[in-house]
């Protein structure tokens, strides 16, 4: 699972988007490829970004990687991840991102008319800090939990068995005990019988 970037922009209506910033993690990418795949997130977020409309939310698949995005009153959130990174957290990281960087830009985001890095340096924390899906949907981190505990639960129930398996052959020699046990009476009550009778 790999978070590869994440964009914010205004959506212009039929106009070119303008950007606030893109945070990228592209270590899997060789260091002379960098530079042109992030300008083609760059393009990819623009394109993406004004063909959604506000309030709408979807999902577009370039090869084996997918583009999340959110237009929230006019502010498009964009995540870019492989195949295996959940949708919802996806998602979930559009909205968190969104939330901060209103919060942080009071609204003022709504007057831009220019390209900025405004964005830059919450983008690049988002996309280190939600590289693991679980940091960013609760559901994803409890479903994990669940995963793991359902494993040590399994593993549990294999050692019980096969402690149960030890207290079946345990019980099995208690009842041979017995058996002596109950042999060792019958013999001592014959043994006394005998005694008596003399």
Known sequence: MKLTAIALLKWNGDKEPVLFGVGTDLSSFGFFQRGSVKEMLTFVARTVAKRTLVGQRQTVQNEEYYCHAYNRDGMV?????????PARAAFGIVI?????????????????TADSADAAPLLEAAVQKYQDPAQADKVTKIQRDLD??????????????????????????SSDLSMASQMFYKQARKTNSCCKMM
């Not at 959130?77 to 990174?85: L, N, V």
């Not at 096969?162 to 345990?170: A, I, N, P, T």
């Open 96 to 112: 968190k991102v969104l939330d901060e960087f209103s919060d942080q830009s009071r609204d003022s985001w709504r007057t831009a």
């Open 77 to 85: 959130g964009i995540a870019f991840a492989d195949k295996d990174y």
């Open 148 to 173: 793991e505990t359902k494993v040590i639960l399994h593993k549990t129930i294999e050692s019980m068995l096969e402690r149960g398996e030890k207290l079946d052959s345990l019980v099995d020699k």
